[in-house]
């Protein structure tokens, strides 16, 4: 309030009305667009996931399933951490790989970069399951395709 009569009394009170009018329309403005909530949803990807499968779905001429389950030429486990890091460990085909990299999620999409590898997808989880899907989109050298990943978390 000292602050408005200063203002009316250094500028006027046309000044001050004009001041006001400002004043009340930001304030009205603010209530009418609160700031927008963001989910927490990504808190639930914090901690280690075990690979479950991988569904790769091809869009050649005739559409390629190829299905890849967990056993001991195929392990993988994947670490999330709320520091936006992220470990993993691969076992495929009997060569072992392990790196660290970081992540990122807004809403359902993921981000994971891992050195100069940067994969985009969507994820969805589900009691103990954690589904990535990534798509590929065709080019003139590679049909597009689709790949299913499926985790379950480690208690």
Request: aromatic residues 12%; glycine residues 6%; contains cysteine.
């Amino acid at each position: 309030i000292i602050l408005f009569i200063k203002i009316a009394r250094e500028f006027g009170m046309k000044t001050l009305s004009i001041l006001c009018l400002l004043f009340f329309s930001i304030l009205l403005l603010a209530q009418n667009n609160p700031p927008k909530v963001t989910s927490h949803n990504h808190l639930k990807l914090i901690g280690s996931w075990i690979f479950e499968s991988m569904t790769t779905i091809t869009q050649a001429k005739r559409e390629e399933i190829k299905i890849v389950y967990k056993d001991k030429n195929n392990v993988e486990s994947l670490s999330f951490f709320e520091s936006g890091s992220i470990s993993f460990k691969v076992i495929n085909d009997g060569i072992e790989k392990n790196g660290k990299g970081v992540w990122y999620s807004e809403e359902n999409h993921l981000t994971i970069i891992v050195d100069s590898d940067t994969t985009y997808g969507t994820y969805q989880i589900q009691d103990s399951l954690l589904t990535i899907v990534t798509k590929t989109v065709e080019s003139d050298k590679y049909y597009g395709y689709n790949t299913i990943l499926n985790y379950k978390f480690q208690k």
